[in-house]
């Protein structure tokens, strides 16, 4: 049997286009894009059953993607997940369905595995199922990066307390260097609150600008972006940064109950209520609940409590950021991020508030502590814990993993100071 017939694809390689009238040229283009998904569903099946058979170790390959991407002149990375996609059919036979009959394409089918391979390392236990069925509907709608952002709140929904990989600063790396050209070079890899700053800045400053004549920019977005980032760099060399440059702004849309952490995402079978996670940043989509509650405490935020039709109930509180005055106050008591063994400089920090300021906790200088940002998220996460003591300091609670009576320990600077006589 002739799988595809070489004399049709001739015929089509030959089609007229400038014969065809604009209805036939778009019915062709819906026809075509159904035929390439089709496609692409068979490639998934064979590549299917040449890892049964184990074909490609008989060939001499190490793998199937590799073989794939030797042999049909494919993309590393891409034949990869072109064999997750064939792996994955006899386990997702939704998304199996509706990539045999062309409905959806091989990027949102290579969207919906990466999803459900996320899904299944946050929460073993989730449903993948009911999963996959809300992704293929996402997909049969939408595009891949619809796939790819519903896939991350069903990720967050089922483990809201574990911090994803894309939130990770740990992970961030930035290199320069200059080319062979003696251009400079860029290549950063991100966490995505970091990102949502850099976004935030640059995005203003790239903004299309119009000729004294109201002729459009002639600048590409690319060379906008590049223009604002020597925009910002002038901005900061000559003073007029300021110390906010780069404070994210963001708007935090979400009702009381999820931003205090009392709302559950899951029912009691283990499904996805909503797959609409609250917390979303402007650029980079979901974050946490763990990011959302830190970004409360320092940064340019406007938090908006709605009720559950999301009616806004309340917007924010003049007093929720620190004021410079509290600030100087906080560098002169913590000297710098307050944990014990750190002391990183106080233009590294944030003000965090010990007592919640989405728990009615107040902006002021015996509810507030000086972190750096690796540290604010550490207690965040609550391994570790702060109150302010008798003596009006920081102390920090370890926990049980380092001290199992987890003692309260005296702040950074105060344990450098020798005890009074």
């Known amino acids: 049997m002739v799988i595809i017939d070489p004399e049709q694809l001739q015929q089509w390689s030959l089609l007229a286009v400038d014969e065809l009238t604009d209805q036939q040229v778009l019915d062709s283009i819906a026809k075509v894009t159904q035929a390439h998904n089709v496609l692409a569903g068979v490639q998934a099946r064979l590549l299917a059953g040449m890892e049964n058979r184990g074909l490609a170790g008989e060939l001499g390959a190490t793998s199937t993607a590799g073989w794939l991407a030797d042999s049909g002149r494919v993309d590393p990375a891409a034949a990869k997940r072109q064999v997750a996609v064939a792996r994955s059919l006899g386990t997702l036979p939704v998304m199996a369905a509706a990539l045999r009959q062309g409905e959806i394409s091989a990027v949102h089918a290579e969207a919906i595995v990466a999803a459900i391979s996320a899904l299944q390392r946050a929460c073993p236990a989730a449903d993948v199922g009911a999963a996959e069925q809300q992704l293929v509907e996402v997909a049969l709608a939408g595009t891949p990066a619809a796939v790819r952002e519903t896939g991350r709140d069903l990720v967050l929904s089922h483990a ?10 740990e992970l961030n790396r930035l290199d320069y260097g200059t080319g062979r050209d003696g251009r400079g070079k860029l290549r950063a890899d991100l966490d995505k609150l970091t990102f949502e ?35 910002l760099l002038d901005a ?30 899951v029912d009691e079978a283990g499904r996805v209520k909503d797959t ?15 990011v959302a509650q830190m970004l409360a405490c320092d940064c340019e935020v406007t938090v908006v409590v709605v009720d559950g039709n999301r009616v806004p109930l309340d917007v924010g509180r003049s007093e929720r950021l620190v004021t410079p005055a509290i600030r100087k106050a906080l560098i002169v008591r913590d000297d ?36 750096c940002r690796a540290h604010h998220r550490m207690i965040h996460r609550g ?8 003596d009006g300091h920081p102390w920090f609670i370890p926990p049980k993993t380092l001290d199992p009576d987890r003692k309260p320990i005296p702040a950074h600077n105060r344990r450098r100071r020798p005890a009074a006589a």
């Open 160 to 169: 809201p307390e574990r911090e994803p990989v894309a939130e990770d600063p």
């Open 197 to 231: 700053k850099l976004r935030s800045v640059l995005e203003p400053l790239a903004a299309p600008r119009p000729g004294p004549d109201g002729e459009p920019d002639p600048r590409s977005a690319s060379q906008r972006r590049a223009d604002a980032l020597s925009d």
């Open 236 to 265: 900061q060399l000559s003073g007029r940064g300021g110390g906010g440059v780069g404070r994210a702004q963001v708007m935090l849309v979400a009702e009381a109950k999820d931003l205090v952490g009392k709302a559950t995402f």
């Open 276 to 290: 609409r996670w609250p917390f979303h940043l402007s650029w980079t989509g979901s974050v946490s609940r763990q």
């Open 336 to 371: 710098g991020c307050a944990v014990p063994g750190c002391g990183r400089p106080p233009h590294w920090c944030d003000a965090h508030h010990v007592r919640e300021w989405i728990d009615g906790g107040e902006t002021k200088l015996d509810n507030m502590v000086l972190l």
């Open 383 to 390: 391994t570790w814990q702060v109150f302010l003591g008798e």
